[in-house]
Each structure stands twice: as structure tokens, then as C-alpha cells.
């Protein structure tokens, strides 16, 4: 297992679009073991493929207090979503960020295993803001462009200065 560098907002490969999972192979299960490895490492509690630079529609996340429940997402589609929540959201992505989005409170996914296998589940709570927010990294897309331009501007102009400081 290795750890993958995690790219940072507003670095233009976040917002590329995922292709879809064909080849479930000893390469799918080596990048699904190395999103675990660098999501817990970050720390945090779900990752998508696109935020390492890897373009395919896969997705981990755990949300249990012990890290001991991880999931794999591959090829996730949302059949349904139920409700509306508002709850504060960060990205390993967007480093430091943390705003209130609004987004579905209940969910149903229809996805893929590493093995390729389909399956069906419902997700309340954290675990469908979590999922939610991870399929959207795979449509290129971030939980900042859910805010207003201003807030948005802001993060971005916070975490280029960020990126400048560190050079």
C-alpha cells in the first residue's frame, strides 16, 4: 500500500470527470486499498479517486468513530435521494475549509464492489452527506461550489496565498 498525494483546490484536475470502472483487476484493488490507506492517514473520512489524479468513478469512505467500517464505492449511482439536511463540510482537498451545505438527508446508491459485483444500499445522516459529497469529486465537482461566489472567492484566494507560503 502507498500513500497518494491528495490535490489541492483550486488545482484544475479536481474538476475533471470521472470515467467509469471496466476492469476489475489487482490494479482496481491496489488504488481502492491506497484511497483507505491515505484517507485514514489525512485524516479523513471519505476520498475519491479524482482526488489523488486518478479519473475513474471510485470512491472510499468510513465514517464510524473507530475507522473500522470502511466502504468502496465503483461506478456509484444515486437512485434516490429523500429529505434535505444542512451539516458543515470539509474536503482533504479544500485544507482548513469548513461550510454548511445543504444536501439530501437519506439516499439509496447502486454501485459496484472491487470484484465488480452490484449491490444496493440506503445511507442516512453523515455516511449519504459523505457518499454525496465523494460523487460529486467524480462529476468534478466541490463542496465550495455549493456557496456563494464571495465564499468561494474567498477559499480560493486563502488557499492560493496558502500554496504560495509553502513554496
Partial sequence: MALLTILHHPDPRLRTRAAPVEAFDATLERLVEDLLETMYAAPGIGLAATQVDVHRRVLVADVSREQNQPICLVNPVLLETVGEEEMEEGCLSVPGVYE??????????????????????DADGLLAVCIQHEMDHLEGRLFVDYLSPLKRNRIKRKLEKAQRAAL
Fill in 100 to 121: 454548511t451545505v445543504q444536501r439530501a438527508d437519506r439516499i439509496r446508491v447502486r454501485a459496484q464492489s472491487v470484484r465488480g459485483e452490484f449491490f444496493e444500499f
